[in-house]
């Protein structure tokens, strides 16, 4: 075969037969094993440099990565294990020809593109032929012992796997939608003061999560991917990437984005294990069934009724049907007597109100009646958002209107709790059910001597003012004589946190376990919703549930966006739903 030249402009790309000389010779070659060294970033950076090397995966085009991945020749390896062989090529708009499997010689500029190390402004491209095996695939197993290992097979062809005791599991996908990747751990990863206590134990362990995640990218640049990629992962009722679930051991080449490590798969991925689904048993005709929902930020209106955009919630009419469609869905699955919720529109009671309008479309279309326990206030609190509670009038009755605080923390952060009194209409047992929405960790004090400031111990800010929340909420309780409490809502403090082993260390039972979950952060799941019994109702308590409705969804799939959207009670919020069923007329779990 003859010599050929072609223009790239500028890029100039030789091969055939001839040119295999120039991909023997050594003495111009910058070894990729040089080039990357044993730090984060290379030492070369600025520097044109020839290197060469054999193709072990290409994404060429625009709608890709705009480039291909090298590895060295075995006789230019330096055989230090804390130096990679791997390099990625940038060939933006010049496309060349290249294949898997093919040795090339190239000559660009080093750089660290997003951290990647990366060969850019490439002037030449020369291909030698196939070479006569691919580079060997090194197996990679989570968790690592540290990110050095992960950097020192950058641009490297692995194996990813789980360590024995777990599978790879689908941690989270924030970015899924916008930028097509998710993330993919040995297990579930754990919010840290979840599993573990604040302090210390917290931050060993989001070491440890660190340790034990990779982004699994789509090998595209494309921004809001349409369809959305990895559709063999889809699964469960509303066909999704659904955090949770389990895939089979794949094989990719390690890259680097923005403080983060990936992988881009070279193999289609395989579903092994679906993630848990929703499953509530049948309420039985002698419990009552109690939930707790954060409907995120339900506003039908500006306060007169369909008036758009409002502060939260949907930009417009169409949106809130959507929104309100899911919702009611959700709360019809449930079919719980009482439901204390969550960031509903704080415009009172009337007819246009959002917790009226709420409770409409729940009687329409689950042929039941509700009512909506309403204080001798016109509104609850002057946030934005409040708490409601709805009931079931044929099953329990109020013995009284509804009562709420807005003394010490909820007179400003957390928002006033309300309380109503019930009376079991089998069994004529009196408790109260009080819905709580504590303040969240975000907008943190600008004053770091702040008893809110983010003390580091994995609890975030304003665990003060929490802390305070929950001593506030019992002395209420206490004054005002609320028999047999249950508390429920969005305590916005995690299992091990301190507002929630203040009730338990206080007379109440928290009949969750540490690995219920109702919320997805960071690919990290935990729970900020809570449900608690007073101690005297434990022999009560029949079961509790955290259905999965949404914190393993895509954000996608929520009202927003009409194109993903499809009825039913899934990705009606970002929080899921907790069920508590209590039976009065005898003993419980």
Same mark, same amino acid.
């Given at each position: $075969?003859?010599?050929?030249?072609?223009?790239?402009?500028?890029?100039?790309?030789?091969?055939?037969?001839?040119?295999?000389?120039?991909?023997?010779?050594?003495?111009?070659?910058?070894?990729?094993?040089?080039?990357?060294?044993?730090?984060?970033? +290379?030492?070369?950076?600025?520097?044109?440099?020839?290197?060469?090397?054999?193709?072990?995966?290409?994404?060429?085009?625009?709608?890709?990565?705009?480039?291909?991945?090298?590895?060295?020749?075995?006789?230019?390896?330096?055989?230090?294990?804390?130096?990679?062989?791997?390099?990625?090529?940038?060939?933006?708009?010049?496309?060349?020809?290249?294949?898997?499997?093919?040795?090339?010689?190239?000559?660009?500029?080093?750089?660290?593109?997003?951290?990647?190390?990366?060969?850019?402004?490439?002037?030449?491209?020369?291909?030698?032929?196939?070479?006569?095996?691919?580079?060997?695939?090194?197996?990679?197993?989570?968790?690592?012992?540290?990110?050095?290992?992960?950097?020192?097979?950058?641009? $490297?062809?692995?194996?990813?796997?789980?360590?024995?005791?777990?599978?790879?599991?689908?941690?989270?996908?924030?970015?899924?939608?916008?930028?097509?990747?998710?993330?993919?751990?040995?297990?579930?990863?754990?919010?840290?003061?979840?599993?573990?206590?604040?302090?210390?134990?917290?931050?060993?362990?989001?070491?440890?999560?660190?340790?034990?995640?990779?982004?699994?990218?789509?090998?595209?640049?494309?921004?809001?991917?349409?369809?959305?990629?990895?559709?063999?992962?889809?699964?469960?009722?509303?066909?999704?990437?659904?955090?949770?679930?389990?895939?089979?051991?794949?094989?990719?080449?390690?890259?680097?984005?923005?403080?983060?490590?990936?992988?881009?798969?070279?193999?289609?991925?395989?579903?092994?294990?679906?993630?848990?689904?929703?499953?509530?048993?049948?309420?039985?005709?002698?419990?009552?069934?109690?939930?707790?929902?954060?409907?995120?930020?339900?506003?039908?209106?500006?306060?007169?009724?369909?008036?758009?955009?409002?502060?939260?919630?949907?930009?417009?009419?169409?949106?809130?049907?959507?929104?309100?469609?899911?919702?009611?869905?959700?709360?019809?699955?449930?079919?719980?007597? !009482?439901?204390?919720? $969550?960031?509903?529109?704080?415009?009172?009671?009337?007819?246009?109100?959002? !917790?009226?309008?709420?409770?409409?479309?729940?009687?329409?279309?689950?042929?039941?009646?509700?009512?909506?326990?309403?204080?001798?206030?016109?509104?609850?609190?002057?946030?934005?958002?409040?708490?409601?509670?709805?009931?079931?009038?044929?099953?329990?009755?109020?013995?009284?209107?509804?009562?709420?605080?807005?003394?010490?923390?909820? +007179?400003?952060? +957390?928002?006033?709790?309300?309380?109503?009194?019930?009376?079991?209409?089998?069994?004529?047992?009196?408790?109260?059910?009080?819905?709580?929405?504590?303040?969240?960790?975000?907008?943190?004090?600008?004053?770091?001597?702040?008893?809110?400031?983010?003390?580091?111990?994995?609890?975030?800010?304003?665990?003060?003012?929490?802390?305070?929340?929950?001593?506030?909420?019992?002395?209420?309780?206490?004054?005002?004589?609320?028999?047999?409490?249950?508390?429920?809502?969005?305590?916005?403090?995690?299992?091990?946190?301190?507002?929630?082993?203040?009730?338990?260390?206080?007379?109440?039972?928290?009949?969750?376990?540490?690995?219920?979950?109702?919320?997805?952060?960071?690919?990290?799941?935990?729970?900020?919703?809570?449900?608690?019994?007073?101690?005297?109702?434990?022999?009560?308590?029949?079961?509790?549930?955290?259905?999965?409705?949404?914190?393993?969804?895509?954000?996608?799939?929520?009202?927003?966006?009409?194109?993903?959207?499809?009825?039913?009670?899934?990705?009606?919020?970002?929080?899921?739903?907790?069920?508590?069923?209590?039976?009065?007329?005898?003993?419980?779990?």
């Amino acid at each position: $075969m003859n010599k050929q030249l072609f223009t790239l402009l500028p890029v100039l790309f030789f091969s055939g037969a001839a040119v295999a000389d120039i991909c023997d010779n050594e003495n111009e070659v910058t070894p990729i094993a040089q080039i990357q060294g044993e730090n984060e970033q +290379s030492s070369l950076i600025d520097q044109q440099v020839t290197v060469r090397g054999i193709v072990t995966a290409s994404w060429q085009t625009d709608e890709q990565l705009s480039g291909f991945f090298i590895h060295s020749f075995a006789e230019d390896m330096d055989d230090n294990p804390a130096t990679s062989e791997g390099l990625f090529a940038v060939t933006e708009k010049h496309h060349s020809s290249v294949d898997i499997g093919e040795q090339v010689q190239l000559t660009g500029k080093v750089t660290e593109r997003s951290q990647l190390t990366s060969l850019v402004d490439i002037s030449s491209i020369t291909t030698c032929g196939d070479a006569e095996s691919l580079p060997g695939i090194t197996d990679l197993k989570l968790p690592v012992q540290s990110l050095a290992e992960l950097e020192a097979l950058e641009g $490297m062809p692995i194996k990813l796997s789980a360590s024995s005791a777990n599978e790879l599991t689908i941690s989270g996908h924030y970015n899924y939608p916008r930028h097509g990747y998710f993330d993919v751990s040995s297990g579930r990863l754990w919010t840290p003061t979840q599993i573990v206590m604040p302090g210390q134990d917290a931050k060993r362990q989001a070491e440890e999560n660190q340790l034990n995640r990779l982004q699994v990218d789509d090998n595209s640049n494309v921004v809001e991917p349409s369809p959305l990629p990895f559709s063999n992962l889809w699964h469960g009722k509303q066909n999704s990437l659904r955090s949770g679930a389990t895939i089979a051991s794949f094989s990719g080449i390690i890259s680097q984005f923005n403080n983060a490590y990936r992988v881009q798969p070279t193999e289609d991925l395989t579903l092994e294990s679906s993630s848990k689904q929703p499953q509530l048993p049948e309420k039985a005709n002698d419990s009552v069934r109690i939930a707790s929902f954060n409907v995120l930020n339900f506003f039908n209106g500006n306060g007169s009724g369909q008036g758009f955009p409002t502060p939260r919630g949907a930009d417009n009419t169409e949106q809130m049907k959507r929104q309100l469609q899911k919702i009611v869905a959700a709360l019809t699955a449930l079919d719980a007597d !009482i439901v204390g919720l $969550m960031e509903l529109e704080n415009d009172g009671f009337g007819e246009r109100s959002a !917790i009226f309008q709420l409770v409409e479309a729940l009687e329409k279309a689950s042929g039941k009646e509700y009512e909506v326990a309403e204080p001798r206030a016109e509104k609850i609190g002057t946030d934005q958002i409040t708490v409601g509670i709805i009931y079931q009038p044929k099953r329990v009755k109020p013995s009284s209107h509804a009562l709420l605080t807005r003394q010490g923390p909820f +007179s400003w952060g +957390s928002r006033p709790p309300l309380a109503q009194r019930f009376i079991d209409r089998n069994t004529d047992s009196e408790f109260s059910v009080i819905v709580n929405h504590f303040k969240s960790k975000g907008s943190c004090p600008e004053d770091s001597d702040s008893p809110n400031s983010n003390k580091n111990d994995g609890q975030a800010c304003w665990n003060d003012l929490r802390l305070k929340s929950s001593q506030q909420l019992l002395e209420w309780i206490s004054e005002e004589s609320l028999a047999s409490p249950v508390l429920l809502g969005d305590f916005n403090a995690y299992y091990h946190e301190d507002p929630i082993r203040y009730f338990s260390e206080n007379g109440f039972h928290n009949p969750s376990d540490a690995t219920d979950y109702s919320y997805v952060y960071d690919s990290q799941a935990g729970s900020l919703d809570h449900i608690f019994v007073a101690n005297s109702l434990e022999s009560k308590v029949e079961g509790v549930y955290h259905l999965p409705f949404n914190a393993d969804e895509p954000w996608v799939y929520d009202y927003r966006d009409e194109t993903y959207f499809s009825d039913g009670p899934f990705r009606s919020s970002d929080h899921d739903p907790l069920v508590l069923d209590l039976r009065f007329s005898g003993s419980g779990m």
